[in-house]
């Protein structure tokens, strides 16, 4: 079992601007992508962004060119900088991973945005 360290959630007003971490055991290999889920009260878990072992990312169409993955390798560490927050973007924020074909999941991080 991989677990997962996830931080950096809070209470932002609209406008403002958060980071997410999530880091996985600095001594596994084989990840094959990280990403970044939310959960609104009443919706479906939805992916919010992707990072390939590659470099290449992939991001929900509501926050294209406000929020922005990357990984640290070296630390095992993926980081979501999350700016102009809408109150639409609160929902709780889960890190996940795929190593090896296996799913991994953060235990989740509370995102609330006040307008």
């Known amino acids: 079992q991989v677990q997962l360290q996830e931080s950096g959630g809070g209470l932002v007003q609209a406008g403002g601007s958060l980071r997410l971490s999530c880091e996985a055991p600095?001594?596994?290999?084989?990840?094959?992508?990280m990403g970044w889920y939310r959960q609104a009260p009443g919706k479906q878990r939805e992916l919010v962004a992707i990072?390939?072992?590659?470099?290449?990312?992939s991001y929900a169409d509501s926050v294209k060119g406000r929020f922005t993955i990357s990984r640290e390798y070296a630390k095992n560490t993926v980081y979501l900088q999350m700016n102009s927050l809408k109150p639409e973007d609160t929902a709780v924020y889960y890190c996940?991973?795929?190593?090896?074909?296996?799913?991994?999941w953060g235990q989740g991080t509370q995102v609330t945005v006040s307008s």
């Open positions: 990072i390939f072992s590659s470099g290449s990312t």
């Open positions: 600095k001594s596994i290999g084989g990840i094959n992508f």
């Open positions: 996940h991973i795929n190593r090896r074909g296996n799913d991994y």
